[in-house]
């Protein structure tokens, strides 16, 4: 199965490289906002994306364009993301092309979801938490990546 992988660069990007061995034997491929990451991955493609945030919302645009130009591109069954703005365009972008989408939001978000997370819950297939606390009907927990 063709398996895209987002995250923003720094904790979201550890958590994500966490699940790795997860999709062994899949066509997983990266998107990330560093363009230094690519070296690290030499066994999967990596695009780079701009990266963006609430405080910058015409960048917001434009990586919404960056990552959907890649989504419809390369057409992956499924998306995965461990946040932040990135991965909700990811989760948006999956969610036009039909491909199952999966929210894991930080595991530094202890109090409530991340904002990214919390509008994920409207696109994303699954949500899930790292924290027992915020498991909800619609919002999973089954354990943390950082463990």
């Known amino acids: 199965m063709k398996i895209l992988a987002i995250a923003s660069e720094g904790g979201h990007w550890v958590q ?6 997860a999709f062994k034997g899949q ?3 990266f998107m990330s906002t560093n363009p230094d990451i690519s070296a690290t991955l030499k066994d999967y493609t ?3 994306v701009p ?3 609430k405080g910058t919302k015409f960048k917001l645009i434009h990586c919404f364009f960056h990552v959907a130009w ?3 591109r390369q057409r992956p069954k499924a998306i995965i993301t461990t946040g932040a703005a990135p991965g ?8 036009l092309i039909g491909a199952k989408t999966i929210w894991i939001d930080s595991i ?6 991340s ?3 919390k509008i994920a819950r409207y696109f994303a297939d699954r949500v899930y938490t790292q924290w027992s606390n915020l498991a909800t009907n619609k919002i999973y927990y089954k354990g943390n990546v950082l463990s």
Do not use: C, H, K, W
């Open 70 to 72: 890649v989504v419809f």
């Open 27 to 29: 066509e997983l491929s």
């Open 115 to 117: 904002l990214s997370g």
């Open 51 to 53: 990266d963006a945030n």
């Open 16 to 21: 994500l490289l966490r699940l790795t061995p």
């Open 46 to 48: 990596y695009y780079r």
């Open 88 to 95: 909700l365009m990811g989760i948006i972008a999956g969610r």
């Open 108 to 113: 530094a978000n202890a109090e409530q979801l």
